[in-house]
């Protein structure tokens, strides 16, 4: 049981890249997904997330109207489109999941129960 986060990698500002979390002996379908990042120096923030029942999407406001997350129930993954990237996007980001049927998700990582390894974005020109 476990997921694995990856996509990273360098961006120019303005630019976009494409996350992907993926699960292995689970179903993500049954969970809600969450994506997080951390820059150095900084605590853990929430970015984005997407409920088990009916795929309620959640944004935070730094990256909202930029950033679009999505599920693929066939290939049992979750997706983080981030476009227009900015220097402070630069992050580790990190995919996590919470066994919950709630219609909302939550931005507290307290509340999920398995996490990826994380991937690094760095936005720089």
């Known amino acids: 049981v476990q997921l694995q986060a990856s996509g990273g990698g360098l961006a120019h500002p303005g630019g976009s890249l494409r996350l992907s979390c993926a699960a292995s002996g689970f179903n993500l379908d049954h969970y809600a997904v969450g994506w997080f990042r951390q820059a150095p120096g900084k605590e853990r923030e929430g970015v984005s997330c997407i409920t088990s029942s009916m795929g309620n999407v959640f944004v935070t406001d730094p990256v909202k109207g930029r950033v679009i997350i999505s599920r693929d129930s066939a290939k049992n993954m979750v997706y983080l489109q981030m476009n227009n990237l900015k220097p402070e996007d630069t992050a580790v980001y990190f995919c996590?999941?919470?066994?919950?049927?709630?219609?909302?998700?939550?931005?507290?990582?307290?509340?999920?129960?398995?996490w990826g390894q994380g991937t690094l974005v760095t936005v720089s020109s």
């Open positions: 996590a999941v919470h066994a919950t049927r709630d219609i909302r998700c939550t931005f507290s990582g307290n509340e999920y129960d398995l």
